[in-house]
């Protein structure tokens, strides 16, 4: 199985998490809004934060984006992008998973939004237990999603 971590974004890491978002969403976002490269850039650097910014790693190598909000009543996946060369092995269920363990050893729920032009994510989504709670944004673009914490074993 591939050696999977993450490591703190720092702020050298913007242009890497720029570059890594626009390989795993540009398909996406081209879909729904159009890829406008200029307001994409904009938007990143506005609202690029390292503190809560994790880079993916695969073998040693920055592979992907992971920005997690934890909030007092959630915990909220804010983005889970992966490059295209290392998705569909497994890594992100896997990173996904242990904030799931993370959220319920907490007694948090998880939330997220996915668009509805992504439906891998989606099923893996609700392959990890997440329900669909809504839909929000033009046209009810984006799917609320929420996986309650499991309860733990008695003396976990």
């Known amino acids: 199985m591939d050696d999977v971590g993450l490591r703190p974004a720092t702020p050298a890491d913007e242009e890497l998490c720029y570059q890594l978002h626009r390989a795993a969403m540009r398909d996406d976002v081209e879909a729904v809004w159009g890829w406008d490269e200029a307001d994409q850039r904009d938007y990143h650097q506005r609202a690029f934060d390292p503190a809560r910014t994790r880079i993916i790693t695969v073998g040693g190598r920055d592979a992907?984006?992971?920005?997690?909000?934890?909030?007092?009543?959630?915990?909220?996946?804010?983005?889970?992008?992966?490059?295209?060369?290392?998705?569909?092995?497994?890594i992100g269920g896997r990173l996904i998973q242990q904030l799931l363990d993370d959220a319920a050893a907490r007694h948090r729920p998880v939330v997220l939004d996915v668009l509805t032009v992504n439906p891998r994510a989606h099923q893996l989504y609700r392959r990890l237990g997440f329900q669909e709670v809504g839909r929000h944004g033009g046209n009810g673009i984006k799917i609320r999603m929420v996986a309650e914490p499991r309860r733990q074993a008695e003396g976990a």
């Open 64 to 90: 992907g984006v992971l920005i997690v909000d934890h909030r007092p009543a959630e915990t909220y996946l804010g983005r889970n992008e992966l490059h295209p060369d290392h998705q569909g092995r497994g």
